[in-house]
Protein backbone atom coordinates (compact mmCIF):
# COMPACT_ATOMS: atom_id res chain seq x y z
CA UNK A 1 0.00 0.00 0.00
CA UNK A 2 1.36 3.13 -0.92
CA UNK A 3 1.86 5.62 1.64
CA UNK A 4 3.98 9.07 1.97
CA UNK A 5 5.04 10.23 5.36
CA UNK A 6 5.91 13.88 6.37
CA UNK A 7 8.82 14.63 8.55
CA UNK A 8 11.15 18.08 10.03
CA UNK A 9 11.26 20.63 12.21
CA UNK A 10 8.10 21.52 13.91
CA UNK A 11 9.56 25.53 14.54
CA UNK A 12 11.62 27.49 12.55
CA UNK A 13 12.53 30.73 13.04
CA UNK A 14 11.60 33.97 10.90
CA UNK A 15 14.12 34.32 7.75
CA UNK A 16 15.40 30.92 7.97
CA UNK A 17 14.99 27.58 5.58
CA UNK A 18 12.05 25.24 6.20
CA UNK A 19 13.13 21.74 5.11
CA UNK A 20 11.06 18.83 5.25
CA UNK A 21 11.16 15.64 3.87
CA UNK A 22 8.27 13.11 2.65
CA UNK A 23 9.30 9.22 2.92
CA UNK A 24 7.35 7.65 0.25
CA UNK A 25 6.78 3.49 0.60
CA UNK A 26 4.95 1.40 -1.26
CA UNK A 27 6.35 2.41 -4.77
CA UNK A 28 9.36 3.73 -6.16
CA UNK A 29 9.28 7.40 -6.96
CA UNK A 30 11.11 7.13 -9.80
CA UNK A 31 9.72 4.70 -11.62
CA UNK A 32 6.88 7.44 -13.37
CA UNK A 33 3.55 6.40 -11.58
CA UNK A 34 3.12 9.95 -10.44
CA UNK A 35 4.08 13.46 -9.94
CA UNK A 36 5.52 14.16 -5.99
CA UNK A 37 4.16 17.16 -4.59
CA UNK A 38 3.93 19.61 -1.52
CA UNK A 39 0.70 21.70 -0.68
CA UNK A 40 0.13 23.40 2.52
CA UNK A 41 -3.09 24.53 4.58
CA UNK A 42 -2.48 27.86 7.28
CA UNK A 43 -4.38 26.94 9.99
CA UNK A 44 -8.09 27.67 9.30
CA UNK A 45 -6.94 28.60 5.52
CA UNK A 46 -7.93 27.11 2.81
CA UNK A 47 -5.46 24.88 0.53
CA UNK A 48 -2.13 26.55 -1.48
CA UNK A 49 -0.31 24.10 -3.65
CA UNK A 50 3.31 24.44 -3.70
CA UNK A 51 5.68 22.95 -6.38
CA UNK A 52 5.31 18.72 -8.10
CA UNK A 53 8.22 17.26 -9.07
CA UNK A 54 7.91 14.61 -11.66
CA UNK A 55 11.28 12.06 -11.81
CA UNK A 56 12.61 12.57 -15.07
CA UNK A 57 13.37 16.16 -13.56
CA UNK A 58 10.20 17.80 -14.94
CA UNK A 59 9.50 20.61 -11.72
CA UNK A 60 6.73 22.82 -11.71
CA UNK A 61 6.24 25.60 -8.73
CA UNK A 62 3.46 28.18 -7.67
CA UNK A 63 4.77 31.13 -9.37
CA UNK A 64 3.85 32.75 -5.61
CA UNK A 65 6.50 30.86 -4.08
CA UNK A 66 8.97 29.80 -6.85
CA UNK A 67 11.69 32.60 -5.79
CA UNK A 68 12.02 30.81 -2.42
CA UNK A 69 11.31 27.18 -2.86
CA UNK A 70 13.24 24.00 -3.85
CA UNK A 71 11.69 20.59 -4.65
CA UNK A 72 14.55 17.37 -4.63
CA UNK A 73 14.17 13.92 -4.49
CA UNK A 74 16.48 11.25 -2.97
CA UNK A 75 16.15 8.09 -4.64
CA UNK A 76 18.69 6.49 -3.13
CA UNK A 77 16.15 6.61 0.32
CA UNK A 78 12.93 7.03 -1.72
CA UNK A 79 12.20 10.28 -0.04
CA UNK A 80 11.45 13.90 -1.99
CA UNK A 81 12.41 17.02 0.20
CA UNK A 82 11.23 20.62 0.64
CA UNK A 83 13.46 23.54 0.87
CA UNK A 84 11.32 27.10 1.34
CA UNK A 85 13.68 29.57 2.60
CA UNK A 86 13.50 33.23 4.21
CA UNK A 87 10.39 32.33 6.03
CA UNK A 88 7.84 34.25 7.90
CA UNK A 89 5.05 33.71 10.06
CA UNK A 90 2.47 33.78 6.96
CA UNK A 91 4.39 30.45 6.39
CA UNK A 92 2.82 29.24 9.55
CA UNK A 93 1.04 26.21 7.61
CA UNK A 94 0.02 22.26 7.86
CA UNK A 95 2.59 21.00 4.94
CA UNK A 96 1.35 18.02 2.90
CA UNK A 97 3.42 15.77 0.42
CA UNK A 98 1.32 14.31 -1.97
CA UNK A 99 1.18 12.02 -5.03
CA UNK A 100 -0.95 13.32 -8.23
CA UNK A 101 -0.98 12.00 -12.21
CA UNK A 102 -4.26 12.37 -14.26
CA UNK A 103 -6.92 11.44 -15.00
CA UNK A 104 -7.14 10.64 -11.05
CA UNK A 105 -6.28 13.63 -8.55
CA UNK A 106 -3.84 14.14 -5.37
CA UNK A 107 -3.89 11.63 -2.76
CA UNK A 108 -2.01 12.77 0.67
CA UNK A 109 -0.20 11.95 3.44
CA UNK A 110 -1.03 12.97 7.04
CA UNK A 111 0.26 16.42 7.29
CA UNK A 112 2.95 18.44 9.70
CA UNK A 113 2.33 21.17 11.39
CA UNK A 114 5.25 23.72 10.89
CA UNK A 115 5.26 26.61 13.16
CA UNK A 116 7.07 30.06 12.05
CA UNK A 117 7.99 31.73 15.63
CA UNK A 118 10.80 33.02 17.46
CA UNK B 1 -3.45 31.20 -13.10
CA UNK B 2 -7.04 29.63 -12.90
CA UNK B 3 -9.19 30.62 -10.07
CA UNK B 4 -11.68 28.48 -8.86
CA UNK B 5 -14.80 29.67 -7.10
CA UNK B 6 -17.12 27.74 -4.67
CA UNK B 7 -20.30 28.88 -3.43
CA UNK B 8 -21.30 28.51 -0.57
CA UNK B 9 -18.66 28.86 1.63
CA UNK B 10 -20.50 27.55 4.46
CA UNK B 11 -24.34 25.39 4.18
CA UNK B 12 -26.26 24.29 7.22
CA UNK B 13 -28.19 20.81 6.42
CA UNK B 14 -29.79 18.75 8.56
CA UNK B 15 -29.69 14.30 8.04
CA UNK B 16 -31.17 12.88 5.33
CA UNK B 17 -31.02 16.39 3.19
CA UNK B 18 -29.92 16.89 -0.42
CA UNK B 19 -27.04 18.76 -0.41
CA UNK B 20 -25.08 20.42 -3.64
CA UNK B 21 -22.29 22.67 -3.75
CA UNK B 22 -20.77 24.36 -7.05
CA UNK B 23 -17.16 25.30 -8.20
CA UNK B 24 -16.76 27.37 -11.05
CA UNK B 25 -13.45 27.85 -12.59
CA UNK B 26 -12.20 31.36 -14.12
CA UNK B 27 -11.75 30.10 -17.44
CA UNK B 28 -12.28 26.39 -19.21
CA UNK B 29 -10.90 23.34 -17.14
CA UNK B 30 -12.64 20.70 -19.62
CA UNK B 31 -13.43 17.80 -16.97
CA UNK B 32 -10.33 18.31 -15.17
CA UNK B 33 -11.67 18.56 -11.68
CA UNK B 34 -11.00 17.10 -8.27
CA UNK B 35 -13.51 17.16 -4.90
CA UNK B 36 -11.96 16.18 -1.36
CA UNK B 37 -13.42 16.47 1.78
CA UNK B 38 -11.58 17.12 4.94
CA UNK B 39 -12.40 16.77 8.01
CA UNK B 40 -10.79 18.74 11.15
CA UNK B 41 -6.87 17.84 12.06
CA UNK B 42 -7.19 15.30 9.41
CA UNK B 43 -5.91 15.43 5.44
CA UNK B 44 -8.20 16.09 2.44
CA UNK B 45 -9.57 13.14 0.85
CA UNK B 46 -10.39 12.37 -2.56
CA UNK B 47 -14.04 11.84 -3.44
CA UNK B 48 -13.96 12.61 -7.46
CA UNK B 49 -12.15 13.04 -9.92
CA UNK B 50 -12.58 14.12 -13.83
CA UNK B 51 -15.25 15.69 -12.52
CA UNK B 52 -17.88 12.89 -12.21
CA UNK B 53 -15.92 9.40 -11.71
CA UNK B 54 -15.75 8.36 -8.21
CA UNK B 55 -12.85 7.58 -6.07
CA UNK B 56 -12.96 3.56 -4.88
CA UNK B 57 -14.38 3.74 -1.70
CA UNK B 58 -16.72 6.73 -1.64
CA UNK B 59 -19.95 6.07 -1.22
CA UNK B 60 -22.61 6.64 -4.36
CA UNK B 61 -24.52 9.13 -2.36
CA UNK B 62 -21.61 10.98 -3.77
CA UNK B 63 -21.94 12.91 -7.35
CA UNK B 64 -20.26 15.06 -9.54
CA UNK B 65 -21.06 16.62 -12.48
CA UNK B 66 -19.79 19.70 -14.85
CA UNK B 67 -17.89 20.47 -17.92
CA UNK B 68 -15.51 23.77 -19.09
CA UNK B 69 -16.44 26.54 -16.28
CA UNK B 70 -19.04 24.93 -14.04
CA UNK B 71 -19.49 22.15 -11.76
CA UNK B 72 -21.15 20.74 -8.84
CA UNK B 73 -20.67 18.21 -6.43
CA UNK B 74 -24.05 16.43 -4.86
CA UNK B 75 -24.63 14.65 -1.73
CA UNK B 76 -27.81 13.06 -2.61
CA UNK B 77 -28.87 11.98 1.45
CA UNK B 78 -26.80 14.18 3.73
CA UNK B 79 -25.00 11.13 6.63
CA UNK B 80 -23.62 12.32 9.75
CA UNK B 81 -20.21 11.36 8.76
CA UNK B 82 -20.62 13.81 5.96
CA UNK B 83 -20.31 17.06 8.26
CA UNK B 84 -17.09 18.53 6.88
CA UNK B 85 -15.23 21.19 4.68
CA UNK B 86 -15.33 20.34 0.79
CA UNK B 87 -12.63 21.66 -1.46
CA UNK B 88 -12.59 21.31 -5.68
CA UNK B 89 -9.29 21.57 -7.56
CA UNK B 90 -8.96 22.16 -10.95
CA UNK B 91 -5.74 20.34 -12.52
CA UNK B 92 -6.08 21.47 -16.10
CA UNK B 93 -2.74 23.71 -15.69
CA UNK B 94 -0.25 24.59 -13.42
CA UNK B 95 -0.55 26.30 -10.96
CA UNK B 96 -2.84 23.41 -9.53
CA UNK B 97 -5.34 25.71 -7.63
CA UNK B 98 -8.23 24.92 -5.19
CA UNK B 99 -11.11 26.76 -4.42
CA UNK B 100 -11.94 28.12 -1.13
CA UNK B 101 -13.89 25.86 0.40
CA UNK B 102 -17.63 24.48 1.14
CA UNK B 103 -18.63 23.80 4.97
CA UNK B 104 -21.21 21.72 5.39
CA UNK B 105 -22.60 21.77 9.18
CA UNK B 106 -25.71 20.57 11.09
CA UNK B 107 -28.74 22.55 10.99
Known amino acids: QLQLQESGPGLVKPSETLSLTCTVSGVSINNGDYFWAWIRQPPGKGLEWIGSFYYTGITHYNPSLTSRVTISIDTSQNQFSLNLNSVTAADTAVYYC??????????WGQGILVTVSS | DIQMTQSPSTLSASVGDRVTITCRAS??????LAWYQQKPGKAPNLLMYKASSLESGVPSRFSGSGSGTEFTLTISSLQPDDFATYYC?????????FGGGTTVEIK
Open chain 2, 27 to 32: QSISSW
Open chain 1, 98 to 107: ARHLRPTGIY
Open chain 2, 89 to 97: QQYDDYPLT
